[in-house]
């Protein structure tokens, strides 16, 4: 069994960052690939990045290219979002999620497991 806690989140006026953080327990972290998505109010869950389990590839949404950055320490069990220039379409409940191997990257049926995530809210 695998649990994640996200945190991280919170209130931040647009052009703002945050970092978010998401802490694994249980299978070996460091042996899969991992991912971040998002959902916002009356909206489908959607991919934001993901990143190979050695860290070597990464994957980003084209909404977020350029200003997000995924990365993770295996030795820590943690995988990140940082944020930067964030802008009011950015908020979101954000979650992380574990890849299945093999799997699709950009489809939320591709992750089994997920965090409980952590809200981002961006004001204009």
């Known amino acids: 069994q695998v649990q994640l806690v996200e945190s991280g989140g919170g209130l931040v006026q647009a052009g703002g960052s945050l970092r978010l953080s998401c802490a694994a327990s249980?299978?070996?972290?460091?042996?899969?690939?991992m991912g971040w998505f998002r959902q916002a109010p009356g909206k489908e869950r959607e991919f934001v990045a993901a990143m190979t389990w050695s860290g070597s590839t990464t994957y980003y949404a084209d909404s977020v290219k350029g200003r997000f950055t995924i990365s993770r320490d295996n030795a820590k069990n943690t995988v990140y979002l940082q944020m930067n220039s964030l802008k009011p379409e950015d908020t979101a409940v954000y979650y992380c999620?574990?890849?299945?191997?093999?799997?699709?990257?950009?489809?939320?049926?591709?992750?089994?497991?997920w965090g409980q995530g952590t809200q981002v809210t961006v004001s204009s």
């Open positions: 999620a574990q890849k299945r191997p093999g799997a699709s990257w950009f489809t939320p049926t591709s992750y089994n497991y």
């Open positions: 249980g299978r070996t972290f460091s042996s899969y690939s």
